[in-house]
């Protein structure tokens, strides 16, 4: 692979299962399971859409994509994923939300019947147990893991705006937490999770890695929750920072973005440009001021390293990109897409429907009825 190529990329997306009557989450993830199992329409052969994966918590599913390069592609297999999961939810007598935390207090979380998982909440506790978390994963290819760490090394500082576009978790606990993303702020009490200072290498990849699991901090690799990383099981980069958002347009730009920067990433590393050194307290703050105030105020411009207007800091990062959206044909739909979120974003939707309906629930009902309208068309 070249650097310059347009890679492959996929999506990963963890959904709330809800009930519409109560509105509350309903632990209820092997019995959606078991019905797409026995009354699911795939394809043969299956496609990643298809199919369906259990959680850590019983209220929750993931869906995937499979790769490819084009975000059309994406977006299409997005919408049947969730109607993959949307179908078997409404057999059971509930439905999908996409929403990055639960807005609702409800009881307490159900862990799955994985061992992995039960050795997870055994081992950190309330962290664990309060970690019902719903997010969006992107992977972009990579041509090597070496590549991998010089582009994750590059592509860190751009993060928290990722977090700003994709903020889709005000509510939580049945109040305003005032976050635009209460998620990463819930997300980051892991202790693997979060920004990275430079690896430099792999070598300094797999030492900050190993050091983690010698900790107790992760249990496994799986475990390393760093805002991005070399995935486990596949040759990609996978960037972990932006909520489930409810629209998929939002899940399109922010998955075109996140490839402009790893593609941009992979020709400066080629080019073996200097790294832009950031210290761990400064892009932690960033990404705390991304969280708190999402596109409605000023970000971390991470260029100036000065806080500047949201819309400034977003033309920064098209800038920053706009040749390997050009290359792939992506430059308009992002531009569109910025425009879009710059206008209302997840948070603000779900602040609007708030303000229409008085009431945290009617933020459900509004989550319910526009998840239900992403896939069901």
């Known amino acids: 692979m070249s650097a310059s190529a347009t890679r492959t990329v996929g999506v990963e997306e963890e959904l709330l299962l809800v009930d519409p009557t109560t509105r509350a989450v309903s632990a209820r993830s092997a019995e959606v399971l078991k019905q797409h199992r026995e009354h699911g329409g795939g394809r043969d052969p299956m496609a990643a859409s298809d199919e369906l994966d259990q959680e850590l918590f019983?209220?929750?599913?993931?869906?995937?994509?499979?790769?490819?390069?084009?975000?059309?592609?994406?977006?299409?297999?997005?919408?049947?994923?969730?109607?993959?999961?949307?179908?078997?939810?409404?057999?059971?007598?509930?439905?999908?939300?996409?929403?990055?935390?639960?807005?609702?207090?409800?009881?307490?979380?159900?862990?799955?019947?994985?061992?992995?998982?039960?050795?997870?909440?055994?081992?950190?506790?309330?962290?664990?147990?309060t970690g019902s978390t719903c997010g969006t994963h992107v992977h972009v290819a990579v041509a090597s893991p070496e590549e991998g760490v010089g582009i994750i090394d590059r592509i860190v500082p751009w993060l928290p705006v990722l977090v700003a576009i994709g903020a889709n978790s005000p509510f939580a606990e049945g109040r305003d937490t005032r976050y635009a993303s209460w998620r990463s702020q819930a997300w980051s009490r892991w202790p693997s999770a979060g920004s990275?200072?430079?690896?430099?290498?792999?070598?300094?990849?797999?030492e900050a890695s190993r050091q983690l699991l010698m900790t107790g901090a992760a249990r496994d690799e799986g475990m390393l929750y760093y805002d991005a990383r070399l995935s486990a099981g596949q040759p990609t980069v996978e960037v972990r920072v932006l909520d489930a958002c409810t629209d998929p347009d939002d899940v399109v730009l922010a998955t075109a973005l996140v490839r402009g920067l790893v593609e941009t990433a992979a020709e400066e590393w080629a080019r073996e440009e200097p790294l832009a050194r950031w210290r761990a307290e400064v892009l932690r703050a960033a990404h705390w001021r991304a969280a708190r105030m999402g596109l409605s105020s000023t970000l971390v411009h991470p260029r100036e390293r000065e806080l500047r207007p949201a819309r400034e800091v977003l033309e920064a990062l098209v800038d920053h990109v706009r040749d390997r959206l050009e290359a792939a044909g992506d430059l308009d739909l992002v531009r569109d897409g910025v425009k879009r979120v710059l206008q209302a974003g997840g948070a603000t939707r779900q602040r609007a429907a708030y303000e229409r309906t008085g009431s945290v629930e009617g933020v459900v009902d509004d989550l319910l009825e526009r998840t239900r309208a992403s896939w069901a068309a």
């Open 196 to 206: 990275t200072e430079a690896f430099e290498s792999l070598e300094g990849y797999r």
């Open 58 to 129: 019983l209220h929750q599913i993931e869906t995937r994509t499979d790769p490819s390069t084009e975000l059309a592609d994406i977006r299409s297999q997005l919408v049947a994923a969730r109607r993959t999961a949307g179908e078997a939810a409404e057999a059971a007598g509930l439905a999908v939300v996409a929403c990055g935390i639960v807005p609702l207090e409800g009881e307490g979380p159900q862990v799955s019947a994985n061992d992995r998982y039960r050795a997870m909440v055994e081992i950190f506790g309330e962290t664990a147990r």
